[in-house]
């Protein structure tokens, strides 16, 4: 059984920045790609961005493409979003998410409100 605890949401003026990291405990992550989804409200959750095992290879959603990096440290089992320039619109729950075998296991989320 995976747990995460996120952390790192909040509110923010467009432009600012924000890192959300999530801890995993309950299992290690090394072997697996993990992600961000965000879901804002009266739509669908989507996916922000993931990250191989390895870290080599990193997946963006066109609308955070070049304002969002997402790390890992397997030494600390834990994850980071980078959100830099952020826009109003992505405004959202911030959601981690690890799939292992058919089981998906998700954060609590963390809310980010972009407004000034």
């Known amino acids: 059984q995976v747990q995460f605890v996120e952390s790192g949401g909040g509110l923010v003026q467009p432009g600012g920045s924000l890192r959300l990291s999530c801890a995993a405990s309950g299992a290690t992550l090394d072997y697996y790609t993990i992600g961000w989804f965000r879901q804002a409200p009266g739509k669908e959750r989507e996916g922000v961005s993931c990250i191989s095992s390895s870290g080599s290879s990193t997946y963006y959603a066109d609308s955070v493409k070049g304002r969002f990096t997402m790390s890992r440290d397997d030494a600390k089992n834990t994850f980071h979003l980078q959100m830099d320039n952020l826009k109003p619109e992505d405004t959202a729950v911030y959601f981690c998410?690890?799939?292992?075998?058919?089981?998906?296991?998700w954060g609590q989320g963390t809310q980010v409100t972009v407004s000034s």
């Open positions: 998410n690890v799939r292992i075998g058919i089981a998906d296991y």
